[in-house]
């Protein structure tokens, strides 16, 4: 038998896979990779999605407002990460437990186009995009409220669909709203 | 405010004093606008009022914040919450079958369209196609529910603005409506027919003639109600003119819907993005150009002429086949097999406890609902119930646009303002 190249042979391979970053199939997420080479374009079923880097979040919609004629904003939300049994796993994103998602919309072009970005539990903070696009007001103190996100540059960052006074963040996978003490007549105590 | 601003000719100041309490410029390039509208008032002449949230013509249990000055609005804050269950909390607790029952109490007015765009967000994750009479059957549904949405909103516009006979004619075409729904799925509202794979059951018999007979008497009604009221010069003085808002602050605001449509965009996701088989029915998109509420009053009746047409088109066109998928993974067995089959008996019973499993990923889909783009972004986590679900409410959205059209009116306009809103609360709060 001549030299078995057999254990070398899928390495190549698998760095070739591991490395090649598909070219995107979507033209607005082309201009966009090729305005922030850090981010990674990902086709979720059939839809665009950029994965970019937290601290150009607000320049991304700046971008793709001015320069890609994105002309609304439909959503601003945050995933909460922590508890997935199984995460999609994106090459080239490194996961982090919150996701900042927003959806943008352009009616010149008629197409839709989601941006995401990793938040890290030790600093959750972004920029806000309430300037580009004031109608993300109620997303963003919605999100904020919900998930305990802040977005830095919120004319008006306050709790908008629970009380002022309301501790924690409901929508985070560890907190517990639901949890109310009852006390039953006869309560056998913790078993 | 700083004195300067308070001593100075307002006019000359107007666009620095609103910017100073955040930035709110609008929009790049030619012209910028700015949102919170009116003069900067003295803050010792100024009144703050709360509107609601008990108050008669706030739909539920919207709060306004009215700053006055006289009898003129300045400033305008909705405050909102009142209504607030967290259902995007309980959508993680319930399993993907389940998910319907819970998104259709959002907009309890149009349920259908929630079920829908949560069901074609379900669907989308698993990859799978909807049998084209399921198409059909959504679409049929869907459309009788816009036109009951809109009939409501007719009753309640005509309530707000005080033309009263208004309350009882939309309510009695839109029960009629509801009727045909409750024919159809069994329950006049949260219907819980749509589910991901399809429908809950087939049409039942005679439902052709039942549609048709509905179809006209909501005809005749709009008739009606536009002899009453659209060339009532009562009407017209009471709403051309009020509230205008333009397309750029509409489109800064993401406002979408017949909001949107008033100022001139033609936009209509059932037009732009066809989804379900709209592109291959004849409707068209009703807009006008001026942004008050006599346009939305007119964008919302004729609204209703579009859809009975696509009504019309699916008892014509409603093609045959199954209603829903024939995906074992996803569809519970028929009924007939559950009493002779084990098997079916215990699939029947893991479907509808633990559900079906969805695998990894996350979308967003959108629909049109009455009140424009209804939006679900979705994650899963490959278990069987969701690991996120969120709701783009059109009402929560829309409702931002309440400052804009209200800020310089009166008070007396401010109800009309929020009543061509049409929000409803249980999808704002969610």
Known sequence: ?191 | MSEEIITSDPAANRLEAQTDEGRQVLRPGKHELVLTGGLWPDESETTIINMGPQHPSTHGVLRVMLELDGETVLRVKPVIGYLHTGMEKTAEELTYVQGATNVTRMDYVSPLSNELVWSTAVERLLDVEVPTRAVWIRMLLVELNRIASHLLFQATNGMDIGALSMMIYGWREREQVLRLLEMFTGLRMNNNFIRPGGVAADLPDGWEAATLEVCELVERGVREYSELLTQNPIWMERLIGVGVITTEQALALSITGPILRSTGFPWDLRKAQPYLAYDEVDFDIVYTQNGDCYDRFLIRLNEIHESVKIVRQCVERMPLGDYRVQDAKITPPPRARIDESMEALIHHFKLFTEGFKVPAGETYCAVESPRGEIGCYLVSDGTGKPARMHIRGPSFYNLQSAGPMAEGSLIADTVAIISSVDPILGEVDR
């Not at chain 1, 908008?160 to 924690?168: A, F, K, N, S, V």
């Open chain 1, 1 to 191: 038998m001549p030299d078995d190249p057999m254990p070398d042979d899928p390495m190549p391979d698998d760095d070739a896979t591991l490395d090649e970053v598909p070219a995107p199939s979507d033209e607005v997420a082309a201009a966009v990779l090729a305005r922030f080479p850090g981010s990674v374009f990902h086709d979720s079923h059939g839809q665009p999605v950029m994965y970019v880097d937290r601290a150009s979040w607000h320049d991304v919609a700046a971008f793709l407002r001015d320069d890609q004629r994105f002309t609304q904003c439909m959503d601003v939300t945050v995933v909460d990460h922590s508890h997935d049994a199984t995460r999609l796993q994106v090459a080239g994103v490194g996961p982090e437990r919150f996701e900042v998602v927003a959806n943008f919309l352009s009616h010149p072009r008629n197409r839709r186009i989601r941006v995401i970005s990793e938040v890290p539990e030790s600093d959750t903070t972004v920029a806000s995009i309430t300037d580009l696009y004031p109608g993300m007001n109620f997303a963003e103190r919605e999100a904020y409220d919900l998930m305990g996100v802040t977005f830095e540059g919120h004319p008006d960052l306050t709790r908008i669909l629970l009380p002022d006074d309301w501790e924690g963040h409901p929508l985070r996978k560890d907190d517990f709203p639901a949890r109310v003490p009852v006390t039953f007549k006869e309560d056998p105590g913790p078993r």
